[in-house]
């Protein structure tokens, strides 16, 4: 795929990984139904089966893991170009306006001539959490053919994010093109992957520089079983570094994150915040955090640009829409020096 005139001589990053439409409902009158046995607890939003809802309030906005990425980079200066699969129709200007107007370059993306763009219907209640019906559309058919690889080597960073229906295949031949490029590679793996477990994505984390996970992903992903304490987290984090990852990033909610680069283990809590919607959260929080080292920022600063990111994010619905500029971001963490 070649790349359009007017392309950068550099990159401070791209992103990687979906782009879709997203249709934010948000019902109160959802029921959750939380069911325990001694495996733990699950959660399930209900309604009445066969029953007419009453719809709070709706929006629709774009989301995916390499646009809300991409627009939190865009809005905090730095040069960024989103690398995701889309469809000729109107979803997919919507996506292209969006990332314009963060100032991400769009040049770089694919579309499909057989596939739709994709579409998630998220669904919020009273408590902020969300459920996905997502619907990949062209994003899981992004192939190595529709990557300007020539491109991707004018990059420092490289981010992908979880990848979807084939495109998994990507996840060796980007990690092993960052290796041969010196390009310092992101990484936030999808399901399908972490559920192969470090046996199978050995050879891809040799490869990353950081990435993050949420608590239950890591566990899944390392083999970690949980304990009272941090003793299971630095375990976690053990094993990745064991497996060449620099800086393992290990993301719990309200109750915030924790770090390891093999020397020193950081945390960072969840700045309090009155939840609109969870959409968006992690994307915001990684490409948060990565925009502060990429600014010379140090591990801990990092982490908490990454949190004062995630919780302007929650605090409004739709995946991006609360998007931090670079020095919104450094007045947030600077207000709630103390939080």
């Known amino acids: 795929m070649p790349a359009s005139e007017g392309a950068p001589e550099r990159y401070d990053i791209i992103t990687v990984g979906s782009a879709t439409n997203d249709v934010m409902v948000h019902v109160d009158s959802a029921n959750i139904i939380t069911c325990e046995d001694a495996d733990g607890a699950r959660a399930w939003?209900?309604?009445?089966?066969?029953?007419?809802i009453h719809v709070n309030d709706m929006l629709i906005t774009v989301g995916g893991g390499s646009i809300n990425t991409a627009v939190t980079f865009g809005r905090q200066g730095l040069r960024v170009a989103a690398v995701s699969k889309i469809g000729?129709?109107?979803?997919?200007?919507?996506?292209?306006?969006?990332l314009e107007q963060a100032g991400v370059m769009t040049h770089l993306l694919a579309h499909s001539d057989t596939s739709g763009t994709g579409y998630s219907t998220i669904i919020t209640t009273f408590t902020g959490e969300r459920t996905v019906l997502v619907h990949r559309g062209a994003s899981r058919e992004l192939a190595a053919q529709d990557i300007?690889?020539?491109?991707?080597?004018?990059s420092d960073w490289l981010y992908v994010g979880a990848l979807a229906g084939d495109s998994w295949r990507l996840y060796p031949e980007?990690?092993?093109?960052?290796?041969?490029?010196?390009?310092?590679?992101?990484?936030?793996?999808?399901?399908?992957?972490?559920?192969?477990?470090?046996?199978?994505?050995g050879r891809l984390l040799e490869c990353t520089y950081i990435i993050f996970q949420n608590d239950e992903e890591m566990r899944?992903?390392?083999?970690?079983?949980?304990?009272?304490?941090?003793?299971?987290?630095?375990?976690?984090?053990?094993?990745l570094h064991d497996h060449g990852v620099d800086i393992a990033v290990i993301t719990d909610g309200r109750r915030g994150a924790m770090a390891s680069d093999g020397r020193r283990y950081y945390t960072v809590p969840a700045y309090p915040v009155e939840i609109a919607s969870t959409v968006g959260?992690?994307?915001?929080?990684?490409?948060?955090?990565?925009?502060?080292?990429?600014?010379?920022r140090n591990i801990?600063?990092?982490?908490?640009?990454?949190?004062?990111?995630?919780?302007?994010?929650v605090s409004q619905p739709g995946a991006n829409r609360g998007v931090l500029t670079?020095?919104?971001?450094?007045?947030?963490?600077?207000?709630?020096r103390s939080a």
Request: net charge negative.
């Open 174 to 201: 980007f990690a092993d093109f960052a290796r041969e490029h010196g390009i310092k590679l992101g990484l936030n793996l999808g399901t399908s992957q972490i559920d192969q477990g470090l046996a199978e994505y």
């Open 326 to 336: 670079w020095q919104e971001a450094l007045d947030y963490v600077a207000a709630h």
């Open 300 to 313: 801990p600063e990092s982490l908490r640009l990454g949190a004062a990111n995630a919780a302007s994010v």
């Open 220 to 239: 899944r992903l390392t083999g970690v079983e949980e304990e009272r304490g941090d003793h299971d987290e630095r375990e976690i984090c053990r094993r």
């Open 281 to 296: 959260a992690g994307d915001a929080f990684a490409a948060g955090c990565i925009s502060g080292l990429i600014h010379g």
């Open 148 to 154: 300007a690889w020539d491109e991707l080597a004018k």
């Open 45 to 52: 939003m209900a309604f009445e089966y066969g029953g007419k």
């Open 88 to 98: 000729r129709d109107d979803p997919a200007e919507r996506i292209k306006r969006c």
